[in-house]
Nanobody, 125 residues
């Protein structure tokens, strides 16, 4: 079992920044492929960013590329999502996800076995 706990969400004005954190436990962190997804009201859950075991592979949704950065710190068993130049359309619940069976799980939410409880991000205009 893998437990994931997100933090760092909140209310921010357009153009501002937030950093989300996701602390993982229950399994060796360096063997987890990690991802971030988000879900806005009335919309399906969508891919935001993903990172491989080693951190050597990253991928981003086109809507966040150049503004968001995913990273991981094995010493802290934590994956981060640095979000800059936030827009009102970034408003959503953000979920951290983990996959212990692959080195990299990419954009497909069905690849991920474990999910956090989510953290709300609200961007005001």
């Amino acid at each position: 079992q893998v437990q994931l706990v997100e933090s760092g969400g909140g209310l921010v004005q357009a153009g501002g920044s937030l950093r989300l954190s996701c602390a993982a436990s229950g399994r060796t962190f360096s063997t987890l492929a990690m991802g971030w997804f988000r879900q806005a009201p009335g919309k399906e859950r969508e891919f935001v960013a993903a990172i491989s075991w080693s951190g050597g592979i990253t991928d981003y949704a086109d809507s966040v590329k150049g503004r968001f950065t995913i990273s991981r710190d094995s010493a802290k068993n934590t994956v981060y999502l640095q979000m800059n130049s936030l827009k009102p359309e970034d408003t959503a619940v953000y979920y951290c996800a983990a996959d212990p069976s692959r080195t990299y799980s990419g954009r497909y939410y069905s690849n991920y076995n474990y999910w956090g409880q989510g953290t709300q991000v609200t961007v005001s205009s």
